[in-house]
Structures are given as structure tokens and as C-alpha cells.
């Protein structure tokens, strides 16, 4: 199931969008937003996949919020202008719907989104291999394998389509193509926790707990998702005394 978003500053538009994703057997409606900073908000709170956004919004437009993200999810553009077609494929957009769009145009958007997806989760499968004998996982990169200790991961940071894997001992992070979720399957449930859209850590290497943020044993300061912040109460309650 694919996790998307509808994003339109138009009552019509909007209701005809969720009309047509409600349709579509592979799509899951996570949300609709009225403008990109409640799209923002969205992204911050839940697993989207894919955003079907409105180029022209006002106060900040589809194509601005794209650029300002730093891991956008797979975007497919919408607008009655066909001059913006050009910028759409520039950020690296799945497809370009000009209004006024019927179903069977969105379907054969709605198929190209899906192969893309598909591609790029059957890729992120592939990039990361367990080897529960000693504690380890290799990670494919530049094309070769690298072999990390589970416990030398500082935190893993997550863009776009890679991963960024912190480790003891070097300065520069692992970059992998995989993502977050596909990584958190491999890792050990009890000794790492997603805490943000964009961060694993490992539990033993937490100092400290804000309202908002976790500071980690190396003074890095990580962000704390809303969606993501009860985990973190359950593992405190767990380890801590009142």
C-alpha cells in the first residue's frame, strides 16, 4: 500500500483528488491539506509516500515546498499551468497532471507512481544484509559491501532515497540507497527506536530526553517526531524512576 497525501488550496479540486486516489486499490489516503505548510505539518507526524501537490498556493507554492524538503516523498504536480512542466521534472517529479484531469489520466499517473515506488523499495530491500553471527550488517555501497557492527552505529539519518550511517571512528557517514523502514526490519527492536521520519537510534547511546529532541552520548542533538514520541515514553518508562 502506498501512503499518499493531497495537497490543493481548492475545495473542488481537493474533493476531486480524494475522489480519485479512493479508487485506486494500491493508494492509502493518509491526508488532505489545504496549503504546503499544513502538508509540512503532515510530514512531520506521518509516513507519507507520495504527495500529489498543487503547484500555485498561495504564501508558498507546491513547487517551493518540494525544493525546501529535504527528503520529499515521490511527488506528482498538479496545476492548470502546463508552463510549470518543465520545473516539475527538474526536482525530479513522477509526473505532471494538468487541470482539468479526468480518472483515467490519474490512473496512468497513479501506474507510473506505482512502478516508481515499487523500483525504488525493491532496490532499498537489496541494500542491506544481516549477519546475526557477530553482531553485524553489511551494507552495499560503491559497489562493494562494507561490514558494520551493530554496535558501532551512532544514529542513521535518513535522505530522500539514502541513508546516511553514523559509526564510530569515521568522520564521514556510510551513504546507502535504503531506506529507514527497510532498515529498521534488520536492526535489533530492542536496541534501536525510529524516533523522527528521519532518524534510528541506537537506545544505549541516548544521554539525554527533551520535550522535543534527544541529545545523543556524542552531543549530537536529534529531532523528535510527533508520531514517533510514544515510543520514546514507553522505552523511559521502562528505565526510569519517578
Excluded at 31 to 51: F, G, H, T
Excluded at 87 to 108: H, I, N, R, S, T
Excluded at 116 to 126: D, N
Amino acid at each position: 500500500m502506498i501512503r499518499v497525501i493531497a495537497v490543493d488550496d481548492e475545495p473542488l479540486a481537493l474533493k476531486q483528488l480524494e475522489s480519485y486516489i479512493s479508487k485506486v486499490p494500491f493508494f492509502q489516503l493518509v491526508a488532505s491539506c489545504r496549503s504546503a505548510l499544513e502538508a509540512r505539518a503532515v510530514l512531520e507526524d506521518k509516513l507519507v509516500d507520495a504527495m500529489f501537490m498543487d503547484i500555485n498556493m498561495p504564501d508558498l507554492s507546491g513547487m517551493e515546498f518540494v525544493r525546501m524538503l529535504a527528503n520529499p516523498p515521490l511527488t506528482v504536480f498538479t496545476t492548470a499551468y502546463s508552463e510549470y512542466a518543465i520545473e516539475g521534472f527538474k526536482v525530479d517529479a513522477v509526473d505532471y497532471l494538468l487541470k482539468p484531469f479526468g480518472l483515467a489520466d490519474f490512473l496512468k499517473t497513479a501506474d507510473r507512481l506505482k512502478s516508481r515506488y515499487e523500483a525504488l523499495t525493491s532496490r532499498s530491500s537489496g541494500a542491506v544484509s544481516s549477519e546475526p553471527v557477530d553482531d553485524a550488517l553489511f551494507f552495499r555501497t560503491d559497489y562493494k559491501s562494507v561490514r558494520v557492527r551493530i554496535d558501532e552505529i551512532r544514529y542513521v539519518e535518513s535522505m530522500s532515497e539514502y541513508i546516511k550511517v553514523y559509526t564510530d571512528g569515521n568522520p564521514n557517514p556510510l551513504v546507502v540507497l535504503l531506506g529507514l523502514k527497510h532498515l529498521i526490519e534488520k536492526l535489533p527492536q530492542e536496541r534501536f527506536l525510529r524516533i523522527h521520519r528521519s532518524y534510528i537510534v541506537p537506545l544505549a547511546r541516548i544521554r539525554e530526553v527533551g520535550k522535543s529532541e534527544v541529545t545523543m552520548d556524542d552531543g549530537t542533538v536529534l529531532p523528535v517526531g510527533d508520531m514517533y514520541r510514544q515510543g520514546l515514553k514507553d522505552y523511559l518508562g521502562k528505565h526510569s524512576f519517578e
